[in-house]
């Protein structure tokens, strides 16, 4: 999918660690990691109030 190669991915870890230093790493990787979960349970509940929705539309007499 990106062809990337694993002297790349040292390459881009390396100027990773270079600029923000070994203490600020972990804080970043958990703030990612936050933000992740609160897309992914926003995308599971709009799912889910559309799915509703559109079965409230359904049963609704003509």
């Known amino acids: 999918m990106f062809n990337i190669g ?4 040292i390459l881009v870890l390396g100027v990773g ?3 923000f230093g070994p203490k600020r790493i972990p804080e970043l990787g958990q703030a990612l990691g936050k933000t992740l979960r609160i897309v992914k349970d926003e995308i599971n509940t709009t799912d889910v109030e559309e799915t509703a929705y559109i079965e409230e539309e359904d049963e609704e007499p003509s």
Not at 6 to 9: D, I, P
Request: hydrophobic residues 70%; charged residues 15%; negative net charge.
């Open 17 to 19: 660690l270079l600029i």
């Open 6 to 9: 694993w002297t790349e991915v």
